[in-house]
């Protein structure tokens, strides 16, 4: 079993920058992805950033140039800096880990992030 601990969220200012930190723990595989993904108020579920165990990235488009996601192997942890904030960005953020190849998938339990205009 994987457990995921997400923190970082919080209320900040349009322009501002948040930084959330996901730490796995458990038996975690080690061809993965870890990822954030975001959710707002009557919207699906949308990728925002992933990043593979060996340092490929991928971003949803509209928040490439702002955001960046890095993660450290030794400490299975994922970053998420986000920068330029958008009243846009408001959502509950969601940190991801599964494994490359195969069925296993693990949902953290999502924190909190406002962008007020």
């Known amino acids: 079993q994987v457990q995921l601990v997400e923190s970082g969220g919080g209320l900040v200012q349009a322009g501002g920058s948040l930084r959330l930190s996901c730490a796995a723990s458990?038996?975690?595989?080690?061809?993965?992805?870890m990822g954030w993904y975001r959710q707002a108020p009557g919207k699906q579920r949308e990728l925002v950033a992933t990043?593979?165990?060996?340092?490929?990235?991928n971003y949803a488009y509209s928040v490439k140039g702002r955001f960046t996601i890095s993660r450290d192997n030794a400490k299975n942890t994922v970053y998420l800096q986000m920068n330029s904030l958008k009243p846009e960005d408001t959502a509950v953020y969601y940190c991801?880990?599964?494994?490359?190849?195969?069925?296993?998938?693990?949902w953290g339990q999502g924190t909190q992030v406002t962008v007020s205009s």
């Open positions: 991801n880990l599964r494994r490359i190849v195969g069925p296993e998938n693990y």
């Open positions: 458990g038996s975690i595989f080690s061809a993965n992805a």
């Open positions: 990043i593979t165990n060996s340092g490929n990235t």
